[in-house]
């Protein structure tokens, strides 16, 4: 089992839908869960953190944590074409490790 | 400004012809690893730095050697460097530890004939 999962997509959706990417990961001691947007030929960037159970929303992204579940999520809204990009999803646990990605396609 | 610097961005080389890839950060980070990123699997860490002199392996070290002896400074080395070896590296640095978001360089774009 991989300890960090994504479906690979892409994953198509219209402007101004809700994308929905998920993450589920293997080791139940990790602490901190990171979601990176990376642009093809580009470094990845910071999206979004969250480090307990729940929601945490900001601007137009929203993460959601289920430690018991050991799953990870990140809604966009209103999504841009400019969201058209490789989502990776990241957790720490001394190491860090990185999911292989979302592609998502955002449809003008 | 800040920022992880890498360098070369980009070099093609030959087999067995050690090479070193430099990176500086100037953020003060405690935090500091190396990645690479290949098709169909994604970023794998290869070491990682708590701090100056504390390096330890990640997921995928064979092949490759790395010092801590200035907070700022991580390079990369492959005494050594096979085919296998080509790809794409990142450098990241984060605050703390790696319970914080990192902050990555521009990638190093590796061919090893």
């Known amino acids: 089992q991989k300890e960090v999962e994504q479906n690979s997509g892409p994953l198509s959706v219209p402007e101004g839908a809700i994308a929905s990417l998920n993450c589920t990961y293997s080791?139940?001691?990790?602490?901190?869960f990171f979601w990176y947007r990376q642009y093809s030929g580009k470094s990845p960037e910071l999206i979004m953190s969250?480090?307990?159970?729940g929601d945490k929303e900001d601007g137009r992204f929203t993460a959601q944590l289920n430690k018991a579940s050991q799953y990870v999520s990140l809604l966009i809204r209103d999504s841009q074409p400019s969201d058209s990009a490789t989502y990776l999803c990241?957790?720490?646990?001394?190491?860090?490790?990185f999911g292989t990605g979302t592609k998502l396609q955002v449809i003008p | 400004e800040a920022q992880v610097t890498q360098n070369p961005r980009y070099l093609i080389t030959v087999t067995g012809k050690k090479l070193t890839v430099t990176c500086s950060q100037n953020?003060?980070?405690?935090?500091m690893s190396w990645y690479r990123q290949d098709p169909g699997l994604g970023l794998r860490q290869i070491y990682y730095?708590?701090?100056?002199?504390?390096?330890d392996k990640g997921d995928v070290p064979e092949g490759y050697k790395v010092s801590r002896k200035e907070k700022r400074n991580f390079p990369l080395i492959l005494e050594s460097p096979s085919p296998n070896q080509t790809s794409l590296y990142f450098c990241?640095?984060?605050?703390?530890?790696?319970?914080?978001?990192?902050?990555f360089g521009d990638g190093t774009r590796l061919s090893i004939l």
């Open positions: 969250i480090y307990s159970n």
């Open positions: 080791d139940r001691g990790s602490q901190s």
């Open positions: 990241a640095s984060s605050f703390g530890s790696e319970n914080q978001p990192q902050h």
């Open positions: 990241a957790v720490a646990l001394k190491k860090v490790t």
């Open positions: 953020m003060n980070h405690e935090y």
């Open positions: 730095s708590m701090n100056v002199e504390v390096t």
